[in-house]
T-cell receptor, first 115, second 112 residues
Framework: DTEVTQTPKHLVMGMTNKKSLKCEQH?????MYWYKQKAKKPPELMFV???????INESVPSRFSPECPNSSLLNLHLHALQPEDSALYLC??????????????FGPGTRLTVL | KQEVTQIPAALSVPEGENLVLNCSFT??????LQWFRQDPGKGLTSLLL?????REQTSGRLNASLDKSSGRSTLYIAASQPGDSATYLC???????????FGTGTKLQVIP
C-alpha cells in the first residue's frame, strides 16, 4: 500500500474559523510533510516531522499549527487564516532515513478556500 | 539555497512524438532527484526516482537521466500520448535528507 490519504478534499472557511486538515499513511514511513501549492506554482515546503518530532518549519505563520499525534497521522490546524492562504495543501511521507532512496509519496491534497 | 529550474515552462506536441523535459539545480550536493506528474487540481504522482549515485532510471516509456556534476536532469518521454498531458515537476532532495525543493514545472500538452 503506497497510499497517502487526506481529508477533507475541499474546505471553505471564514477568517475567524478554526479548522483542521488530516493526513494518514500506513507505509511505516517516519517522515511526514506539509506543502502549500498556489495555482500554477510548484509546491512549497511548510513543515517536516521526523519520528513524530518537528524537524523543519519553513518560517510558516503561527496561524498554521502542525501536529503529529503518531507515526501514521499528521494534522494541520488552521486559525485566523487570510484569503491569501487559499491554496492546495499537500501532505507527503517518506521513509525518513538519511538515504538517497528517500522517496516521497503524496496525498491528493485539500483544496482550501478562505473567505 | 537550492534553486531548481525547469525548461520549457510549457510544451505542446503532436501525439506520437518523443520529447525531453529539462531540470536544472544549483547545488550538486543532492541525495536524489524525483520526477512527478500532476494533473490539474490533483496531488503529485511519483514517476521516477534517481539516487545521487545513479545516472539513469527507466519506467516504461519514461527515461530519466542525472548529471549531478553539471546540475542537470532530463526526462525523456517516448511516443507521447494524450494521456501524458499534465504538469511535470522535478524535485531534489538536498540540504539534509528531508529538504525537498521543487522545480518550476513544465506543462505538457499532447495533441491527438
Amino acid at each position: 500500500d503506497t497510499e497517502v490519504t487526506q481529508t477533507p478534499k475541499h474546505l471553505v472557511m471564514g477568517m475567524t474559523n478554526k479548522k483542521s486538515l488530516k493526513c494518514e499513511q500506513h507505509m511505516g514511513h517516519r517522515a511526514m510533510y506539509w506543502y502549500k501549492q498556489k495555482a500554477k506554482k510548484p509546491p512549497e515546503l511548510m513543515f517536516v516531522y521526523s519520528y513524530e518530532k518537528l524537524s523543519i518549519n519553513e518560517s510558516v505563520p503561527s496561524r498554521f499549527s502542525p501536529e503529529c499525534p503518531n507515526s501514521s497521522l499528521l494534522n494541520l490546524h488552521l486559525h485566523a487564516l487570510q484569503p491569501e492562504d487559499s491554496a492546495l495543501y499537500l501532505c507527503a511521507s517518506s521513509q525518513g532515513q538519511a538515504s538517497s532512496y528517500n522517496e516521497q509519496f503524496f496525498g491528493p491534497g485539500t483544496r482550501l478556500t478562505v473567505l | 539555497k537550492q534553486e531548481v529550474t525547469q525548461i520549457p515552462a510549457a510544451l505542446s506536441v503532436p501525439e506520437g512524438e518523443n520529447l525531453v523535459l529539462n531540470c536544472s539545480f544549483t547545488d550538486s550536493a543532492i541525495y536524489n532527484l524525483q520526477w512527478f506528474r500532476q494533473d490539474p487540481g490533483k496531488g503529485l504522482t511519483s514517476l521516477l526516482l534517481i539516487q545521487s549515485s545513479q545516472r539513469e532510471q527507466t519506467s516504461g516509456r519514461l527515461n530519466a537521466s542525472l548529471d549531478k556534476s553539471s546540475g542537470r536532469s532530463t526526462l525523456y518521454i517516448a511516443a507521447s500520448q494524450p494521456g501524458d498531458s499534465a504538469t511535470y515537476l522535478c524535485a531534489v532532495l538536498s540540504g539534509g535528507y528531508q529538504k525537498v525543493t521543487f522545480g518550476t514545472g513544465t506543462k505538457l500538452q499532447v495533441i491527438p
